[in-house]
């Protein structure tokens, strides 16, 4: 008689059943895992993306709140310190104006090759090159002030580098030269005084013996030692002095290294300051009765 009823199960199915389960399991837990991983690398990568846009729109409205102080520089600059009376001077306020300005527009960049610094250094000597009167040195003066500056920003935000910043070969210094045309110049305090005087703007023989508290043949020998070393210029026979553009920069370089030093204490001051020490200390100090 044959039984109706299913067949029971062999032990075994079970098991296989249970594994089963298990293996789908296991894999349903991989496949969230790495579904949680794309996700999750999605949302860092979009986190990303919107940290950049917004660092790249704050050093843009860095770069055009700079650009536009720099183009007020350079407006405020040529206008104050270029040559009053020339029947240049309009021509040469636009030429300057659109030089400095372009020049300017590099701070926008990510990265300033060096290649187009020395395009802007090469514009300025054509320029220069092109100067109808000796006066005009004082306006090419104050443009490449202006554009050192810009040069120096753009160092500072480290958008610009070029080989003034590689270690310097001082074995290739020429001690002799360095001397004679920078140093015995202006070795002396009152020819130093009077470099300082024409930095920004022209002065007469007068002017500069008031300065001094020197007269006659003395002013006049300070006066020819700068004028043959080239740091000085007078506009014309009997004219005032005004400085050169080798002037300003010996001028601007000891300014630059006077600045750099003001953290390191100097010989002569610690000496003075020990000797005032000293004589405080005798002052303290009561005397034995004899």
């Known amino acids: ?5 299913k067949k029971a199960g062999l032990p075994g199915d079970s098991v296989i059943s249970e594994g089963q389960e298990i293996a ?4 349903i837990r991989e496949k969230l895992s790495e579904m949680h991983s794309d996700i999750k690398k999605v949302m860092e990568f979009t986190s990303r993306l919107r940290l950049e846009a917004a660092l790249e729109n704050s050093r843009q ?13 350079i407006d405020t600059g040529l206008e104050k310190n270029m040559v009053k009376k020339c029947p240049e001077k309009q021509k040469c306020t ?3 104006t659109a030089l400095l300005q372009q020049n300017a527009g590099l701070i926008k960049k990510n990265r300033v090759d060096d290649a187009l610094i020395s395009d802007s250094r090469k ?18 003066s104050e443009v490449s002030s202006l554009l050192v500056k810009q040069v120096n920003l753009m160092r500072s935000m480290r958008i610009y580098a070029d080989n003034q910043e590689q270690k310097p070969n001082i074995s290739a210094l020429k001690t002799s030269a360095v001397m004679s045309e920078i140093l015995e110049p202006i070795s002396n305090l009152q020819r130093l005084e009077i470099l300082r005087a024409v930095a920004f703007e022209a002065k007469s023989f007068s002017a500069f013996s008031e300065l001094t508290g020197l007269r006659g043949g003395n002013l006049l020998f300070h006066l020819q030692k700068l004028t043959e070393s080239g740091l000085i210029m007078q506009q014309h026979e009997r004219g005032d002095y005004m400085i050169t ?36 200390k005798r002052k303290d100090t009561p005397e034995l009765a004899v």
């Open 1 to 5: 008689m044959k039984n109706g009823n």
């Open 24 to 27: 789908e399991v296991k894999a």
């Open 61 to 73: 409205e860095y770069s055009n709140a700079l650009l536009s102080h720099l183009f007020e520089d």
């Open 94 to 96: 636009s030429a300057f």
């Open 123 to 140: 514009k300025l000597e054509e320029l220069r090159c092109g100067a109808p009167y000796s006066k005009c040195e004082k306006c090419f």
């Open 245 to 280: 553009e080798k002037g300003f920069r010996i001028l601007q370089g000891l300014n630059e290294i006077y600045s750099s030093l003001q953290g390191y204490p100097l010989q002569n001051s610690s000496r003075k300051e020990s000797e005032e020490n000293d004589s405080q």
